[in-house]
């Protein structure tokens, strides 16, 4: 059993900043990747920043120069630091991360439950 657990969201005047934890528990092998999408109401959910390990990072072009994706390994903790938010950032913001079991050539993804960010004008 893995299991992922946010904190960090909330309500937060435009302009400001938010950081994002992520905490990985529970039973695997290894961390592949580690990563935070969101879902704003009626729309899909999207990549916001994704950190694989020895691999290279990735930003949606909505959020690059704004946030900021770290991991601490020892931890198992990935972070998200947010700023310069806008309205337009409002969301549920969902954890990720791709692990390895033992024995098991493939990966399995895991997501956290959930972390609404609103961003006000």
């Known amino acids: 059993q893995v299991r992922l657990v946010e904190s960090g969201g909330g309500l937060v005047q435009a302009g400001g900043s938010l950081r994002l934890s992520c905490a990985v528990s529970?039973?695997?092998?290894?961390?592949?990747?580690m990563g935070w999408y969101r879902q704003a109401p009626g729309k899909q959910r999207e990549l916001v920043a994704a950190?694989?390990?020895?691999?290279?990072?990735n930003y949606a072009n909505s959020v690059k120069g704004r946030f900021t994706i770290s991991r601490d390994n020892a931890k198992n903790t990935v972070y998200l630091q947010m700023n310069s938010l806008k309205p337009e950032d409002t969301a549920v913001y969902y954890c990720?991360?791709?692990?390895?079991?033992?024995?098991?050539?493939?990966?399995?993804?895991?997501w956290g439950q959930g972390t609404q960010v609103t961003v006000s004008s």
């Open positions: 950190r694989p390990s020895g691999g290279t990072t």
């Open positions: 529970g039973s695997f092998f290894v961390i592949a990747a």
């Open positions: 990720n991360a791709a692990v390895y079991h033992q024995g098991v050539v493939a990966t399995t993804e895991y």
